[in-house]
């Protein structure tokens, strides 16, 4: 049976009223027949029935043994973050998302948590980077925005010998396409706000442990701390995920089309895309996604400025620039100044993101519209291009 089928048939029928589709129990509480003897449920920022199907759909999704649901990816982020105590140092992706380098830098700096950011692209840095003070290994793969790859079995076996936990944010690739508890991560975490959701309609996050133990670890941080959510956006999100392989097939399609026209427009120096055989990790992407690369690409311009990225964000009409992807609808954003403003611009360039890059969630729109849409923004860029040339002119308005 494959994958798209098992997931379709693991969304439960009401055993209650055989609803087809999970209910709603938007409670607070729940009668009890005695002190401390209920149905399984007491208050809803322990547990509510709505949220614990997700829980349990995405456990499934990704391999693992327990599933948390947050009221965001940055909350998820956070509890696994509360796992650790003062003292202890993470080993982070240096191309990292602004929002957990905000959360390491500014929130857990000040209770003594280092964090070393470092190319995890090549295991030996990995290696490098290790003290014996690491406990936390942090991965994107792909990372957001420059889409690097990094070999997650290699660096699971290498946390592994050092004690230390690999946790691997999913978010890009989805489960759909690649699931890292199966090449040895200890937990995975989403914002399920972008491609399990899939409907830009709803902000949530989610964790999944291998190990059920760390997995009651989380579940009481949850408990604990109190960003759960809610089961109307634990529905939405079980409803997206219905149509979870059937979008993301298409959403790679689509921006694996996107990303070839871009090598061959002269505005555009480099393209992101690790489904391209240019990308420098594309082997490894092959080796660790089935079935596709995923629906963002990212591209820098020759004409490195951010004001020549503004130009091209604001001049598309069907990608809308806004914060976010993994959405029907296609985006774009200028993450210097968006996404990862957040990030010192000297440590930003340094991870690769160059002040106009330009980062698109392709969308399932009829993809010959989105390269026309894109193909315009970039034949208008302040200047001229001689048809065959693939020099940019000098002739630059004001």
């Not at 946390?159 to 200890?186: E, K």
């Amino acid at each position: 049976m494959s994958n798209a089928t098992k997931l379709i048939h693991s969304i439960p029928v009401d055993k209650q009223t055989g609803a087809i589709s999970v209910p709603i129990y938007q409670t607070s509480t729940y009668v009890q027949d005695a002190p401390g003897v209920n149905k399984g449920y007491d208050y809803a920022r322990s547990n509510n029935p709505t949220r614990a199907a997700l829980e349990t759909i995405v456990a499934g999704l990704e391999n693992g043994q327990t599933g948390i649901a947050f009221a965001s990816g940055l909350a998820a982020i956070d509890a696994v973050v509360k796992l650790l105590e003062g003292g202890d140092e993470i080993l982070a992706v240096d191309d990292i998302y602004g929002g957990a380098f905000r959360l390491f830098t500014h929130i857990y700096a000040k209770f003594g948590i280092k964090v070393n950011y470092v190319d995890t692209t090549d295991v030996a840095n990995v290696i490098e980077a290790f003290t014996d003070r690491t406990k936390l290994v942090w991965l994107e793969t792909p990372t957001n925005p420059t889409l690097k790859i990094s070999d997650i079995a290699a660096i699971a076996k290498v946390a592994r010998q050092q004690g230390a936990l690999l946790c691997v944010d999913n978010t890009f690739a989805s489960p759909a396409l690649q699931q890292p508890l199966c090449l040895g991560a200890d937990l995975v975490v989403h914002s399920a706000t972008k491609y399990l959701g899939g409907h830009s309609d709803l902000i949530a996050g989610i964790v999944v442990t291998a190990d059920a133990i760390i997995g009651d670890r989380i579940k009481f941080i949850q408990n604990a701390s109190g960003a759960i959510l809610s089961p109307h956006d634990s529905w939405l999100v079980i409803r997206g995920i219905e149509t979870l392989y059937l979008r993301v097939k298409e959403h790679s399609a689509n921006a694996h089309a996107v990303a070839r026209y871009l090598q061959t427009h002269p505005a555009v120096d480099k393209v992101y895309y690790p489904g391209l055989r240019s990308h420098p990790n594309h082997d490894i992407a092959a080796r660790q996604q089935k079935g596709g690369f995923g629906g963002v690409v990212s591209f820098s311009l020759r004409q490195d400025t951010a004001a020549a990225a503004k130009e091209v964000v604001c001049s598309t009409h069907l990608f809308k620039l806004a914060e976010s992807l993994g959405g029907v609808k296609s985006l774009l954003c200028h993450p210097a100044s968006m996404t990862h403003k957040s990030i010192p611009g000297d440590q930003r360039r340094a991870a690769g993101v160059a002040d106009s890059l330009i980062r698109l969630s392709v969308g399932l729109e009829d993809v010959d519209d989105l390269i026309s849409d894109i193909g315009n923004a970039l034949d208008a860029l302040s200047g001229v291009y001689v048809e065959g040339d693939a020099s940019l002119s000098t002739h630059i308005t004001a």
